[in-house]
C-alpha cells in the first residue's frame, strides 16, 4: 500500500507541475493534497485547498507514469520507509539525511522521525546496509545491479519503495543537471515535468535549473513561478538569496519588485544593493537616465562605511557624466586611497579635467599612462584641453616631452593638432606648422589641423601653400575658405586707443570665434628650403651650402653607421618633417664623423631643435661647434627671430625690441619685421618712432599695411588732442 500512495502523490504532484509549468500559474502543494493522495479511499475531507487536490488529482497525467488510483473508501495507516533516514545518521552523513528527512516530512505529514534513529526498526539486513551504501557512496550502478541480482536470487524479496524512489530520483537529478549543462533546454523542461518530485525545496538547484531554461526558451513568466515557489516555501537563506540572484540577473525588471516583495526580515538588503548598483551603472553609462535619489543614498551608505573602492568609483563615474565633476572628483580620489587602481585613476583624471585642474589631471594621468587604453585616453583628453588654453600655460620641459612622447605613440591627430596651436599661441609658427601636419598624416580628415596650418601658413607668407588648403579643404570648411575674407580679418573695434591687431589665435582645437588680423612672420632663408621640399625633391635645408639629401618617395632615408650616413640621414629626415628623428641622427653624426661632418651636423641639429620648438637647445647645438661664419650668422638670426616672435605676440614690446636690435648684428631687418617694430612702438606709446618706421615702409614700397598703422597713429593723436 505504501508504493501505491507513492504512485498517487506523484501523479497528483505531476498533474500540480503542469499547472505550474505549462500555464504559468503559482500552484503549490498543500498538506491536504498531500493526506488526500495517500488516503486510498478516505472520504473527502473539507479542509481547504482538498477540493483542489482531488481536482488535479484526476487531471490527466504526464504519460508514461502510472496513473492514480481511485479513491479507497477506508483510509490506511501510514507506513514511513526509514531505512534511508536511519542509514544516513548512523553515517553521520548530515547533507543527505536533512534531505531524506525533509523528504519524508514532505511525503507523511503526519509522520515523527524517531527519537533513537541508531537502532534498526527491523532486523538486521547486511545485503540492504550494502546497497545503502553503495547508494551513500554515489554508486547508483551498483545498486542497481545489486538489487537485480537479489531479486533473481529471491523472487519473494522486494528492495525497499524509498530505495527505489531515491534511486530514480538521484538518477533523474543527474539527467536534468547534465542536460543543463549541455544547454538543452527542452529536455530540462521536460525531466522536470516528469519528476516533480525534483521540484521541492530538497532540491532548489533543480527548481533554479529549470527556471533558467524557462528564460532561455523565451518562457521568463514561468521562470518567475518557479522561483516565487521557492520563495513562498522554502526557508533555507542561501537559497532564497540565492534564488532572488536568479531573478535580477535572468528576468525582465518588472518581474524583480513582486518576487522582492516576499522577503523576510530584511533578508534581501543586499539585492537591493546590487540593484542600487545596477541602476546607478546604467545612469552612469548613459547620461540620458537618471538614478532614483533613494538609490543614490543607499550606495553612497555603502560607500562611506565600507573600506572598497568599487562603490566611490561607481558613484564617481555617475556624477561625472551628470554634470557634478568636483563630486565626482571626491569620490575617486576617495577610490584611490582604497587603491582603486586604474579604473579610479582614469575618472578622477577625466574629473579633474572637468574642473579645469589641467595641470593635476596631467601629473596623476601620467602615473597611469601603461595602465591600459582607457588611462591613455583620458591622459590624451586632459592634455588636449591643457595645450589649447588662453593664455597659453606655462609647462615645464619635462611635461611637455612627456606629452610629446605619448602623442606620437598613441598617433594622437588631435593632440598633436594642439600641440600646434601651443606652439603657435607661444609664437613658435614654424613647429606649430609642423604639429598640424603631422596631425593631418595621421588623420587627413581632422579639420581642426587643416585651419590651424592654414593661419601657419597666412602667417609665414606661404601664398601657394594656403591656396592649395584652401582648394582642398574650401567645401569643406567654411572657416578655411573665409581666411582671405576682408571682412573676417577686418581688426575690431577696442575700447580705449588703437592696438596694433592680436596675432593670437583662440586657444580652442577648434576656435569658436576667428583669430582677427595678424601680422605675417617672414620666411627666413633657413626655413624656405624646408617648407619647399613637396615641389623639389632635392631641397636642403638652408641657403648656405651642405650636402643635399632627396627626400625618397617611400618615406625611408636609408640606414648606415658612418658619420657621413648619419649626416645625410638626418638632413632627408629633416626635409620630411621629422625633427625628433633628424636630431637623434644628427648627434650619431657628431658623435661617429669628422670634423666637419660634425660641424654640420651640429648646425642639423639646431635647424632639428627649432622645428621642435627647443630654441634653447637649437642655441647651444649652433654654439657647439665652430661653423662658418656666415652659417653662424644665419643661425643666430634664425635664433633671435623665433625669440622675437613669441615675445611679441606675449606683447612683451620693450623685449621684442630689444631682441629686434641684437638680430640686427646678424641679418638686415626685412619688410615684415621692420613692420612689427612699427606696432612695437605704436603699442608702447612712442607714436613717432612709430610714424617714422611706418613712413620709411610707405615711402620704399606703399605698403598697405603701413598705411594702417599711419592711419592708426592719426586716429590715436587726434583723438588725445581733444
Known amino acids: 500500500m505504501h508504493v501505491k500512495s507513492t504512485l498517487i502523490l506523484v501523479a497528483a504532484s505531476s498533474v500540480a507541475f503542469y499547472a505550474f509549468g505549462r500555464y504559468g500559474q503559482d500552484v503549490k502543494p498543500s498538506q491536504s493534497m498531500i493526506r488526500s493522495a495517500q488516503a486510498e479511499g478516505q472520504a473527502q475531507s473539507a479542509t481547504p485547498g482538498s477540493e483542489t487536490a482531488i481536482e488535479l488529482a484526476q487531471a490527466p497525467s504526464v504519460p508514461g507514469r502510472p496513473a492514480a488510483a481511485p479513491p479507497q473508501s477506508q483510509p490506511q495507516p501510514q ?8 542509514y544516513f545518521a548512523a553515517q553521520g552523513d548530515t547533507r543527505r539525511f536533512e534531505a531524506e528527512l525533509a523528504r519524508l516530512r514532505a511525503l507523511y505529514p503526519e509522520w515523527r522521525p524517531p527519537t533513537d ?3 534498526q526498526g527491523q532486523v538486521g539486513d547486511p545485503e540492504l546496509e550494502r546497497m545503502w551504501k553503495l547508494f551513500a ?20 524479496w522486494r528492495a525497499p519503495a524509498d530505495l527505489v524512489a531515491q534511486l530514480d530520483l538521484t538518477e533523474a537529478r543527474q539527467r536534468l543537471v547534465n542536460a543543463s549543462n549541455a544547454r538543452q533546454w527542452e529536455q530540462v523542461i521536460r525531466l522536470g515535468t516528469e519528476t516533480p518530485a525534483l521540484l521541492t525545496c530538497a532540491n532548489v538547484d533543480a527548481l533554479w535549473r529549470v527556471g533558467e531554461a524557462f528564460v532561455q526558451t523565451g518562457k521568463p513568466e514561468r521562470a518567475r513561478d518557479a522561483y516565487a515557489y521557492v520563495l513562498a516555501n522554502c526557508t533555507n537563506p542561501a537559497e532564497r538569496i540565492g534564488t ?10 518588472n518581474f524583480v519588485d513582486p518576487l522582492l516583495a516576499q522577503e523576510r526580515q530584511n533578508e534581501f538588503a543586499s539585492i537591493r544593493d546590487e540593484l542600487a548598483r545596477r541602476h546607478i551603472g546604467k545612469a552612469a553609462d548613459d547620461p540620458a537616465q537618471t538614478a532614483t535619489q533613494e538609490d543614490i543614498r543607499r550606495i553612497e551608505a555603502l560607500a562611506n562605511a565600507a573600506a572598497t573602492a568599487d562603490d566611490p568609483i561607481l558613484l564617481g563615474f555617475y556624477a561625472l557624466h551628470h554634470n557634478d565633476p568636483a563630486k565626482a572628483a571626491t ?3 576617495t577610490a584611490l586611497t582604497r587603491n582603486g587602481g586604474a579604473k579610479a585613476a ?8 572637468a574642473t579645469r585642474k589641467y595641470q593635476e589631471a596631467e601629473t596623476l594621468g601620467a602615473q597611469w599612462l601603461e595602465a591600459g587604453a582607457a588611462n591613455r585616453k583620458a591622459y590624451l583628453d586632459v592634455v588636449t584641453a591643457l595645450l589649447t588654453q588662453e593664455p597659453p600655460l606655462r609647462l615645464e620641459r619635462n611635461v611637455i616631452e612627456r606629452i610629446v612622447k605619448t602623442v606620437g605613440t598613441d598617433r594622437y591627430a588631435p593632440g598633436a593638432a594642439a600641440l600646434g596651436w601651443y606652439a603657435y599661441n607661444s609664437g613658435q609658427t614654424v613647429p606649430a606648422g609642423t604639429w598640424f601636419e603631422t596631425a593631418l598624416s595621421w588623420d587627413r580628415g581632422y579639420e581642426p589641423a587643416a585651419y590651424g596650418l592654414a593661419l601657419v601658413r597666412q602667417r609665414l607668407r606661404d601664398q601657394g601653400g594656403l591656396r592649395a588648403l584652401m582648394t582642398e579643404w574650401g567645401g569643406r570648411s567654411q572657416r578655411i575658405a573665409d581666411i582671405l575674407n576682408p571682412a573676417r580679418r577686418r581688426p575690431s573695434p577696442q575700447a580705449d586707443r588703437p592696438v596694433a591687431p592680436d596675432t593670437r589665435p583662440v586657444s580652442r582645437i577648434e576656435p569658436a570665434v576667428e583669430p582677427v588680423e595678424r601680422i605675417s612672420r617672414p620666411v627666413s632663408p633657413a626655413e624656405r628650403p624646408r617648407r619647399a ?9 638652408a641657403a648656405s651650402p651642405r650636402p643635399s639629401a632627396a627626400r625618397p618617395s617611400s618615406g625611408s632615408c636609408g640606414a648606415g653607421s658612418s658619420g657621413a650616413a648619419a649626416l645625410q640621414r638626418g638632413w632627408c629626415l629633416l626635409n620630411l618633417k621629422r625633427p625628433v628623428a633628424a636630431a637623434e641622427a644628427f648627434e650619431a653624426a657628431r658623435r661617429s664623423g669628422s670634423a666637419q661632418v660634425a660641424a654640420d651636423a651640429a648646425a642639423g641639429l639646431a635647424y632639428a631643435k627649432i622645428q621642435q620648438g627647443l630654441t634653447t637647445e637649437a642655441s647651444a647645438a649652433a654654439s657647439s661647434a665652430a661653423l662658418p661664419v656666415a652659417r653662424r650668422n644665419e643661425l643666430s638670426a634664425l635664433l633671435l627671430s623665433e625669440r622675437f616672435y613669441a615675445q611679441y605676440d606675449a606683447k612683451d614690446f620693450n623685449g621684442a625690441l630689444v631682441t629686434l636690435s641684437g638680430r640686427a648684428r646678424y641679418a638686415p631687418e626685412t619688410t615684415d619685421l621692420m613692420l612689427m617694430r612699427g606696432w612695437s612702438y605704436f603699442n608702447l606709446g612712442r607714436f613717432d618712432d612709430a610714424d617714422q618706421v611706418f613712413q620709411a615702409l610707405y615711402k620704399a614700397n606703399k605698403s598697405p599695411q603701413a598705411l594702417s598703422g599711419l592711419t592708426a597713429i592719426r586716429d590715436v593723436t587726434q583723438r588725445n588732442r581733444y
Open 79 to 86: 507506513k514511513v520507509d526509514e531505512t534511508a533516514l536511519r
Open 117 to 119: 534513529l541508531t537502532s
Open 137 to 156: 557512496d554515489g554508486k547508483y550502478g551498483e545498486v542497481r545491479a545489486a538489487i537485480a541480482q537479489r531479486s533473481s536470487a529471491d523472487p519473494n
Open 244 to 253: 532572488m540572484q536568479k531573478v535580477i540577473t535572468t528576468l525582465p525588471e
Open 331 to 333: 569620490w575617486f580620489q
Open 346 to 353: 582614469e575618472g578622477a583624471v577625466l574629473a579633474l579635467g
Open 533 to 541: 621640399v613637396a615641389q623639389d625633391d632635392t631641397a636642403v635645408v
